[in-house]
């Protein structure tokens, strides 16, 4: 479309938000994680307000309950968006790794009856004390964090032990690199742990 432009006419490329944020495909390989100094002052000049967050809904009984019978009847629980990447490679992590667990999309059409999905979300915030990203995870009914302290977990041990100590074994062989999966600014984060 470009080539058939007259010069001087101006075409607007629109990238998906993943594309830019995550850094995870071919397009970007040559992109560094960092702002360039050109980046810096185009974001140090644009006026922008960020779009509050809409309240979420005081969670009912009802959803207290499902919330602490997954986490308290499931090994190894995710909770995630249905096309959240980070929900997804924390899925395709464990995988990998051949562990068994129960992951819960709140977004999903199913829980959009009476706000059930942002109730579930209230409900976990309010039990982990954390903000409202996700995904959420949780190993022998304790929080653990979410992909970038999953990342974290596997690359300091911690996570093979604490999987020992919920009854679950990791593999030895396990085929390909199960931190493959993570968007490439986790992986080059070194998977730094946020949750203490």
Not at 4 to 17: I, N, Y
Not at 19 to 45: C, H, Q
Not at 120 to 145: C, H, N, Q, W, Y
């Amino acid at each position: 479309l470009a080539k058939e432009l007259p010069p001087g006419e101006t075409l607007l490329a629109v990238l998906a938000d993943t594309g830019e944020r995550y850094l995870s495909t071919s397009l970007f390989d040559g992109v560094p994680i960092e702002m360039g100094n050109e980046e810096k002052y185009l974001d140090a000049t644009t006026i922008t307000e960020l779009p509050r967050d809409a309240p979420l809904p005081k969670p009912t009984p009802e959803a207290i309950d499902f919330v602490n019978g997954h986490i308290h009847h499931n090994t190894v629980v995710i909770w995630g968006l249905q096309d959240c990447q980070n929900s997804k490679a924390v899925s395709e992590f464990f995988k990998m790794l051949r562990i068994q667990y129960d992951r819960i999309d709140i977004d999903s059409f199913e829980y959009a009856a009476n706000e059930m999905g942002n109730q579930f979300r209230a409900a976990v915030m309010k039990m982990t004390k954390s903000d409202r990203e996700l995904p959420k995870v949780f190993i022998a009914g304790k929080f653990v964090g979410g992909a970038q302290d999953i990342l974290s977990m596997w690359n300091s041990g911690l996570l093979k032990s604490s999987l020992g100590m919920a009854g679950i074994s990791v593999p030895e062989k396990i085929l390909g690199n199960p931190t493959s999966v993570f968007p490439k600014w986790i992986v080059e984060s070194k998977g730094t742990r946020r949750i203490k």
